[in-house]
């Protein structure tokens, strides 16, 4: 964990080569907390990390590609940009590109029982649908949504007018960008 000023920590899950790392956010808030992405889930993060069970906590996917929704199941609070929402009910390996990009070559180390073949993302329902300029609101702290459908149909940031932080999933952060991603929109479900 990487902890930052105004109560900000990036969290990474462990074993995954820095490539392939979901940036995972914490924000501390007056009410409750937030949580922004939760990796691809080879980990508990409720029984790993202690600072998501400390308090309340909303938990937002920036997008619905594997590697960012894994442990969504474990927060009783989630929310998802309308755009994803069918993918986050049924996740199935295309539609979160897990079948592309789900693979032993992500690790530096093999956690226990992982394997590629049987990898799933299990499915959860959103509490909350986002569009663009709706809020987080954490009590003494807003967030509000853009919408960033780039990389995926779906995609958002979530922006702190009042201090500048820009929270993003796959849009912003230290690497090459991945542009090649994006995935059409399931037309229906089962």
Same mark, same amino acid.
């Given at each position: 964990?990487?902890?930052?000023?105004?109560? &900000? =920590?990036?969290?990474?899950?462990?074993?995954?080569?820095?490539?392939?790392?979901?940036?995972?956010?914490?924000?501390?808030?007056?009410?409750?907390?937030?949580?922004?992405?939760?990796?691809?889930?080879?980990?508990?993060?409720?029984?790993?990390?202690?600072?998501?069970?400390?308090?309340?906590?909303?938990?937002?996917?920036?997008? =619905?590609?594997?590697?960012?929704?894994?442990?969504?199941?474990?927060?009783?609070?989630?929310? &998802?940009? *309308?755009?994803?929402?069918?993918?986050?009910?049924?996740?199935?390996?295309?539609?979160?590109?897990?079948?592309?990009?789900?693979?032993?070559?992500?690790?530096?180390?093999?956690?226990?029982?992982? *394997?590629?073949?049987?990898?799933?993302?299990?499915?959860?329902?959103?509490?909350?649908?986002?569009?663009?300029?709706?809020?987080?609101?954490?009590?003494?702290?807003?967030?509000?949504? &853009?919408? =960033?459908?780039?990389? *995926?149909?779906?995609?958002?940031?979530?922006?702190?007018?009042?201090?500048?932080?820009?929270? *993003?999933?796959?849009?912003?952060?230290?690497?090459?960008?991945?542009?090649?991603?994006?995935?059409?929109?399931? =037309?229906?479900?089962?």
């Amino acid at each position: 964990m990487v902890r930052f000023a105004d109560g &900000v =920590t990036l969290i990474h899950e462990p074993w995954i080569k820095p490539f392939f790392r979901c940036n995972i956010w914490h924000v501390r808030g007056r009410d409750r907390d937030l949580l922004v992405d939760t990796c691809l889930g080879h980990f508990s993060l409720r029984e790993h990390v202690a600072l998501v069970k400390e308090r309340p906590l909303v938990c937002v996917a920036s997008h =619905t590609h594997f590697d960012h929704i894994g442990c969504h199941h474990e927060f009783g609070e989630r929310c &998802v940009h *309308s755009a994803e929402a069918a993918i986050q009910v049924d996740p199935r390996n295309e539609w979160t590109l897990a079948n592309r990009y789900a693979t032993d070559a992500m690790f530096d180390r093999f956690p226990e029982g992982w *394997s590629a073949d049987r990898y799933r993302i299990r499915p959860v329902p959103a509490h909350r649908l986002l569009a663009e300029r709706d809020v987080i609101d954490l009590g003494d702290r807003r967030f509000e949504v &853009v919408h =960033t459908p780039r990389h *995926s149909p779906g995609g958002i940031g979530l922006i702190e007018q009042a201090t500048g932080v820009f929270l *993003s999933g796959d849009i912003v952060y230290n690497g090459p960008l991945i542009h090649d991603a994006y995935h059409p929109i399931p =037309t229906s479900m089962p």
